[in-house]
C-alpha cells in the first residue's frame, strides 16, 4: 500500500469540488491566499515547472528533482 503523498492525492481528487462548494465559508480575505497555498502543495514537485537533474557519474543515471 502506498502511503507516501496521500494527503496530497485526497486534496488532488477532492478539492475542486470541496473549494466551489464551501469556499463562501471561508473570511473572503483569506480565500485568495487559502487556494492560492493549496495550488502551492498540489503543484509542490512537479517536473513540468523546473527541477535539478542530478546524475551519478558511475552509472549515469538521473534524478529530477522538482522545485517546491
Not at 507516501?4 to 464551501?22: D, L, S, T
Not at 487556494?35 to 503543484?43: A, F
Amino acid at each position: 500500500m502506498k502511503t507516501k503523498g496521500i494527503i496530497k492525492q485526497i486534496f488532488q481528487e477532492h478539492f475542486n469540488r470541496f473549494w466551489e462548494a464551501k469556499k463562501e465559508k471561508f473570511p473572503e480575505k483569506m480565500r485568495e491566499h487559502l487556494l492560492s497555498e493549496v495550488l502551492k502543495m498540489l503543484y509542490c514537485g512537479d517536473v513540468t515547472l523546473g527541477f535539478v537533474a542530478y546524475i551519478c557519474m558511475q552509472c549515469f543515471e538521473k534524478i529530477k528533482v522538482g522545485f517546491s
